[in-house]
């Protein structure tokens, strides 16, 4: 579990920013849900016989002996809350969130015990329409942080009943080549059996790769839903790669499924992973109703980010005030909230905590800053505020407050 330093944390204002920005283009609406559920709710929507839940999970009893989680991923919560608040009865919602979940996995480079995701959800959209729309809207947030070479894939894990006649055929073939299965492999081979087709066992691959493919098993519906999928992603430039072995590794899923990921993380190169889920209300509790989603890990996004520096995240100050004297201190600071004030957004650090000018000016370089605003007792006799380029070699300026206020907003353009 890691902190994020303020020189980190300038790159995520802006990564979070930015997608917010995207979503709202698309009339997503931001909810915030706890942190902590009660673990019956995970256990019922991601799957008892999941590795989440039988070794990641952060559980514990509180002082009134209910079991507690913190949660391990966001759809679960956003769908408890959704049906709590009443959110989905004959009505259709698009919904977004952003925060910290828990996972007590081994850390590595992109996986952390404690990481962040931002997660989209929609809810009573039965058609594939919403499928590819939230795929299209990932490709945009692509766009809007600056990331490329990303690889789509995509399959389709069809309906319940589609699933059930599929499962039984996957285990006759697994049960046909049980020696070349690894424990992990053998131990899921009754219980959840699709799992194994997302196994990282190298010496598995290609037993893996001649298995049964689920698409053979689709009736007409989920396969037009899908070919819908494919088609509008094909039209819109979108381009993708099926994978018939991904299954994503929570149970709820259903039909289209589909990740991006990227081969500058090592092992951990799912960026974005999503797809339909439309028995979970019902699962939980509620009305049946179709529901489609997908999450994204901003610590990877960061480190994507950072790795192929594809954008220019300003971290600098616009001005620094350096005030000379107890008289400058005072006026410097009433001074600074009349700047703010005629310049909104504009970023001013005041020195505080004295010192010397050369101390100041130190301390006005380190903090980025494009100009420094020097005040002293002749500038306050005067009128006038000098305003000293940091960043160039132009000369200073003695300026009367109006003047530095009309010369600041042409120089911002604010």
Avoid at 189 to 215: E, G, Q, T, W, Y
Wanted: charged letters at 25%; hydrophobic letters at 40%; a negative charge.
């Amino acid at each position: 579990m890691h902190d994020v330093l303020p020189d980190k944390s300038a790159l995520w204002q802006w990564l979070e920013g930015r997608v917010a920005g995207v979503l709202g283009g698309y009339g997503y609406r931001e909810i915030r849900m706890p942190i902590l559920e009660m673990t019956e709710l995970f256990k019922r929507s991601i799957g008892e016989v999941t590795d989440i839940v039988e070794k990641e999970m952060y559980s514990f009893d509180d002082r009134n002996g209910d079991s507690l989680t913190l949660r391990p991923e966001g759809t679960a919560s956003c769908v408890r809350a959704a049906m709590e608040h009443g959110l989905l009865h004959n009505q259709t919602q698009r919904l977004w969130y952003q925060g910290p979940m828990f996972r007590h996995e081994r850390p590595q480079k992109g996986r952390y015990r404690q990481f962040h995701q931002i997660g989209v959800e929609a809810f009573g959209m039965p058609g594939p329409d919403i499928d590819a729309e939230l795929i299209l809207i990932t490709a945009r947030i692509w766009q809007a942080l600056g990331i490329q070479g990303l690889e789509l894939q995509l399959n389709t894990l069809g309906t319940a009943p589609e699933r059930a006649a599929y499962r039984a055929q996957l285990v006759t073939y697994l049960e046909a080549h049980h020696d070349l299965l690894d424990e992990d492999s053998r131990r899921r081979l009754h219980s959840n059996p699709l799992r194994i087709l997302d196994s990282k066992n190298a010496a598995m691959r290609d037993m893996l790769d001649a298995a049964p493919v689920l698409r053979d098993h689709l009736g007409k519906e989920s396969a037009a839903h899908f070919d819908f999928v494919c088609q509008t992603l094909n039209e819109a430039g979108v381009s993708f790669r099926i994978n018939p072995c991904l299954v994503r590794g929570l149970d709820y899923y259903s039909r289209t499924v589909f990740e991006w990921l990227t081969d500058r993380l090592g092992a951990q190169g799912t960026l974005c992973a999503g797809g339909r889920y439309d028995g979970l209300v019902e699962q939980l509790g509620g009305r049946a109703t179709p529901a489609v989603g997908f999450a994204m890990g901003i610590e990877r996004l960061v480190a994507v980010i950072e790795e192929s520096q594809s954008a220019a995240v300003a971290v600098a100050a616009d001005l620094y005030l350096v005030s000379v004297g107890e008289a400058a201190q005072r006026v410097g600071l009433v001074l600074a909230e009349q700047i703010r004030d005629a310049l909104p957004g504009i970023e001013l650090v005041s020195n505080c905590g004295g010192g010397g000018m050369k101390a100041q000016f130190k301390r006005a370089d380190r903090s980025g800053a494009r100009f420094a605003l020097v005040l002293g007792d002749s500038e306050i006799e005067q009128g006038t505020i000098v305003l000293k380029p940091l960043r160039s070699q132009d000369e200073q300026q003695s300026l009367k407050r109006d003047a530095l206020i009309n010369y600041l907003t042409r120089v911002f353009g604010r």
